[in-house]
């Protein structure tokens, strides 16, 4: 694989993970600096990020789950 290819590849991983563009860019400069350490924390707030995100739409789906078992319950004839 050229290195062309290879910069391809982690530029398209990064967008994958969601990288804005700034992010690719800020990453790749890192690579040229060879801040190795730089690049980690930078995917390290990449992927808190992601987390962070996932964890509040897991709230919002705990919502609709309470709501739909509070409707179920309701419409449930007594035994």
Do not use: W
């Given at each position: 694989m050229?290195?062309?290819?290879s910069v391809?590849?982690?530029?398209?991983?990064?967008?994958?993970?969601?990288?804005d563009?700034k992010?690719v860019?800020e990453f790749?400069?890192?690579?040229?600096?060879g801040?190795?350490?730089?690049?980690l924390?930078?995917?390290?707030?990449q992927?808190?990020q992601l987390?962070d995100?996932?964890?509040?739409?897991?709230?919002?789906?705990?919502?609709?789950d309470y709501?739909?078992?509070?409707l179920?319950?309701k419409?449930?004839?007594?035994?």
């Amino acid at each position: 694989m050229s290195k062309d290819a290879s910069v391809q590849a982690v530029i398209q991983n990064l967008e994958d993970a969601g990288c804005d563009s700034k992010t690719v860019e800020e990453f790749l400069a890192l690579d040229v600096e060879g801040k190795t350490g730089e690049q980690l924390k930078l995917l390290a707030r990449q992927r808190r990020q992601l987390l962070d995100r996932v964890h509040r739409e897991e709230k919002r789906i705990d919502c609709l789950d309470y709501l739909t078992y509070q409707l179920n319950k309701k419409c449930k004839p007594a035994l």
